[in-house]
T-cell receptor, first 114, second 110 residues
Framework: KAGVTQTPRYLIKTRGQQVTLSCSPISGHRSVSWYQQTPGQGLQFLFEYFSETQRNKGNFPGRFSGRQFSNSRSEMNVSTLELGDSALYLC?????????????FGPGTRLTVL | GENVEQHPSTLSVQEGDSAVIKCTYS??????FPWYKQELGKRPQLIID?????GEKKDQRIAVTLNKTAKHFSLHITETQPEDSAVYFCAASRGQKVTFGTGTKLQVIP
């Protein structure tokens, strides 16, 4: 099975711009979660999607949003970028909410905001 | 919501010694506890997990124990090797709501 893929792998943006990141889960996985990883804050949960619905949301401002498509692929969007948004954004897929199972992470998108 | 605390934040051991990382959680409804290893510049990878109906699980040199009453779980690595050097994250999960610990940077000194 192919693993979780994320595009793009690297992004450089300037303050005020917006960005869209994409995640394709493992085939058969229907749940996708997004995390922000920074050296000082560890893995911070952004949101989780299942069946095109956001089921859980972390403590991030409304500038961070996401969606999931019928094929389980997911995108996240960050608007009005700030310097502090520079981070590694990881998505992870899993079977679904009815079965507690491990998450499988993608390689991440490294976002740098200048 | 769930709160997961992880200790220590850094850990250095001599090659061949054992390493233990401990986590506590707050939500008694959490029923799944995975551990992830993240090597420098790489994605976190699931290395072992335990469900709430099990007290201990082993996989070669790694083992995880769970004490539901005390709401804590631990990762044990025996006979450590340099390739075990990484950041380890514990997590507690209820359904698909996952809360991660803050990570432990393990350094194995040859």
């Amino acid at each position: 099975k192919a693993g979780v893929t994320q595009t793009p792998r690297y992004l450089i943006k300037t303050r005020g711009q917006q960005v869209t990141l994409s995640c394709s889960p493992i085939s058969g996985h229907r749940s996708v979660s997004w995390y922000q990883q920074t050296p000082g804050q560890g893995l911070q949960f952004l949101f989780e999607y299942f069946s095109e619905t956001q089921r859980n949301k972390g403590n991030f401002p409304g500038r961070f949003s996401g969606r999931q498509f019928s094929n389980s692929r997911s995108e996240m969007n960050v608007s009005t970028l700030e310097l502090g948004d520079s981070a590694l954004y990881l998505c992870a897929s899993s079977l679904g909410p009815l079965e507690s199972s491990g998450e499988y992470f993608g390689p991440g998108t490294r976002l740098t905001v200048l | 919501g769930e709160n997961v605390e992880q200790h220590p934040s850094t850990l250095s051991v001599q090659e061949g010694d054992s390493a233990v990382i401990k986590c506590t959680y707050s939500d008694s409804a959490s029923n799944y506890f995975p551990w992830y290893k993240q090597e420098l510049g790489k994605r976190p990878q699931l290395i072992i997990d335990i469900r709430s109906n099990v007290g201990e699980k082993k996989d070669q040199r790694i083992a995880v124990t769970l004490n539901k009453t005390a709401k804590h779980f631990s990762l044990h690595i025996t006979e450590t090797q340099p390739e075990d050097s990484a950041v380890y994250f514990c997590a507690a999960s209820r359904g698909q709501k996952v809360t991660f610990g803050t990570g432990t940077k393990l350094q194995v000194i040859p």
